[in-house]
Nanobody
């Protein structure tokens, strides 16, 4: 089970750090890869970033250089540091877990999803 937190209201140019905490399961947290997605009202869910077991990361072009995904295996938590936020970053942000680090930009292949956390960036 995945639980996101850290969302909120921030002004343009501000920062937020999202967390995604994973509850214990039969498989070690360190063996999972994770993705962050977001969904704005009336739009499809879109890929934001992903992190592999090795720590290798992939980002959407729209967030590259502004967002950083990281993980702390000791805490069973994945983070998304978001800087230089823009109004177009406003969305519900979801984390998801998967085993294989393949085609991570697609929502398919992720077997567990959190319920999301709202991020609102005011202009």
């Amino acid at each position: 089970q995945l639980v996101e937190s850290g969302g909120g209201l921030v002004q343009t140019g501000g920062s937020l750090r999202l967390s995604c905490a994973a509850s214990a399961s039969g498989r070690s947290f360190s063996t999972y890869s994770f993705g962050w997605f977001r969904q704005a009202p009336g739009k499809d869910r879109e890929f934001v970033a992903a992190i592999a077991r090795s720590g290798y990361t992939v980002y959407a072009d729209s967030v590259k250089g502004r967002f950083t995904v990281s993980r702390d295996n000791a805490l069973n938590t994945v983070f998304l540091q978001m800087n230089s936020l823009k109004p177009e970053d406003t969305a519900v942000y979801y984390c998801a877990s998967r085993i294989a680090f393949l085609n991570v930009q697609a929502t398919t292949g992720y077997h567990s999803w959190g319920s999301g956390t709202q991020v609102t960036v005011s202009s």
